[in-house]
Nanobody, 125 residues
Framework: VQLQASGGGLVQAGGSLRLSCAAS????????MAWFRQAPGKEREFVGA????????DYVDSVKGRFTISRDNAKNTMYLQMNSLKPEDTAVYYC???????????????????WGQGTQVTVSS
């Protein structure tokens, strides 16, 4: 099972990026998925999550109204659209996949059993 995160890069404050998380080796269409991030010297934190069918989402307060999670189960892929980026959004972004069938949008790291390798997002001021 592999989760491949991509789409990171360097962007100026106020700009946008779209991250993708492509899964292989297992279908995640019946399982929740999420994005986490980790800045240098900090713990990995929850960014947002999406339920198995995309019917519910949850976000950390600091990204609400700026970030949007979506998924395309036919492509076994999850996305994170990031708008109005701020320097404090700079981090390595990780995608994660859960194992609870028909699960909701969970915030806790230990809910997710599968992790991608991360993609760097750097926002300059």
């Amino acid at each position: 099972v592999q989760l491949q995160a991509s789409g990171g890069g360097l962007v100026q404050a106020g700009g946008s990026l779209r991250l993708s998380c492509a899964a292989s080796g297992r279908t995640f269409s019946k399982y929740p998925m999420a994005w986490f991030r980790q800045a240098p010297g900090k713990e990995r934190e929850f960014v947002g999550a999406i339920s198995w069918n995309g019917g519910s989402t949850d976000y950390v307060d600091s990204v609400k109204g700026r970030f949007t999670i979506s998924r395309d189960n036919a492509k076994n892929t999850m996305y994170l659209q990031m708008n109005s980026l701020k320097p404090e959004d700079t981090a390595v972004y990780y995608c994660a996949g859960g194992s609870r069938p028909y699960g909701l949008a969970y915030r806790t790291k230990n809910t997710y059993d599968y992790w991608g390798q991360g993609t760097q997002v750097t926002v300059s001021s």
